[in-house]
């Protein structure tokens, strides 16, 4: 007898987007062990695909890239997702989430807060929940300070850890090259890292330079004045323990980017690129060049985590 199609269980897919910070600005060590930020997230093209159909018991399977560093058990990010937003709905977190993964993994892209976003969306959706979108960025607030950014996606400027999100406009589409690195960086060595840099010049700070030209040359969708702006803190970090970086961002710039800069803790280094053909050949000149274990082109701003 044939399967009646609706033995199959639905699967409900999110798209969930990867963020690069245009800037980043890094304050102290606050008491909690998180530092005060002021940053401008920009979401991009690259993203992974989160599944969710219903099932016994909660199970995480990740395909993709980097997929076998990805823990499969209640520790990853998806995970505690559906765990804390089924606590929220007093309900079993039972489901079994499928995530594909194309950002990298430990690559400061936000990759693992991409997926708990894509599976708050999913679930919500799955389990009917009746839930709006700042109860869903407070339960994703707790998961991680980037899980936020990743419900919202666009371009949104970020106080507090990187949770408190205004929109931010953007005009235009900006076109980059991200270069992804051979072995990843854990967020919270690279922000000890530069907790480590700062103490050793006795507490002195670079003054970056105020977000408001940013958010002007954003705004206007001028792509070599945002290239010109971008910033990022914890850079020097970043390029302290993985000092093979340097000779990344520089390829990119001689490869023909507008400018180059590593994306959040790193290690991914992502070139601003004046318009969709000088991207591709950046990209091609980068793979070329041995400096990257892979190249990938993206545009942004794309829309936060959403059912496909
Ligand atoms: O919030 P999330 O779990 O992504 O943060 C990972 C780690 O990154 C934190 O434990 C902390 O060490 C560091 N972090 C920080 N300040 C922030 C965000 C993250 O020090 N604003």
């Known amino acids: ?22 800037y980043l600005r890094v304050g102290e060590l606050r008491d909690d062990g998180y530092h005060d930020l002021t940053t401008v997230f920009q979401a991009l093209s690259l993203g992974d695909d989160v599944s969710v159909v219903h099932a016994e018991e909660l199970t995480v399977t990740t395909t993709g890239e980097g997929a076998n560093n990805v823990p499969d058990d209640p520790t990853n990010l998806a995970a505690r ?17 499928t995530i594909l993964k194309q950002i990298p993994v430990a690559g400061g892209m936000a990759g693992g807060s991409a997926d708990a976003a894509g599976a708050l969306v999913a679930l919500a959706q799955l389990w009917k929940l009746d839930i709006d979108r700042d109860t869903l960025a407070t ?3 707790k998961l991680g300070s980037d899980v936020p950014f990743g419900l919202h996606g666009a371009t949104a400027l970020g106080t507090g850890r990187g949770e408190q999100l205004i929109p931010v406009l953007s005009r235009g589409q900006f076109h980059w090259v991200l270069a992804l690195a051979r072995e990843g960086l ?28 940013l958010l002007q040359a954003l705004a206007a969708g001028t792509a070599a004045r945002v290239a010109a702006l971008l910033h990022n803190d914890l850079q020097p970090a970043a390029l302290s323990l993985q000092p093979t970086l340097r000779r990344t961002l520089r390829a990119g710039v001689d490869a023909g980017a507008l400018s180059g800069v590593v994306s959040g803790s790193g290690p991914t280094c992502a070139f601003l690129c004046a318009d969709e053909e000088s991207a591709i050949n950046v990209a091609a000149e980068l793979s070329g060049a041995g400096v990257a274990r892979g190249v990938r082109i993206a545009t942004g701003p794309v829309p936060g985590a959403r059912v496909v």
């Open 186 to 213: 854990s967020t919270p060595a690279v922000y000890r890292e530069l907790d480590r840099l700062r103490a050793a010049r006795e507490g002195a700070h670079d003054e970056p330079l105020p977000p408001d030209d």
């Open 139 to 141: 339960i994703a607030a």
């Open 1 to 22: 007898m044939p399967h009646s199609l609706s033995a199959v269980p639905t699967a409900i897919t999110v798209h969930a987007p990867s963020k690069v910070n245009l």
């Open 81 to 97: 997702a559906a765990i804390e937003l089924a606590a929220w709905a007093g309900r079993d977190p039972s489901a079994a989430i």
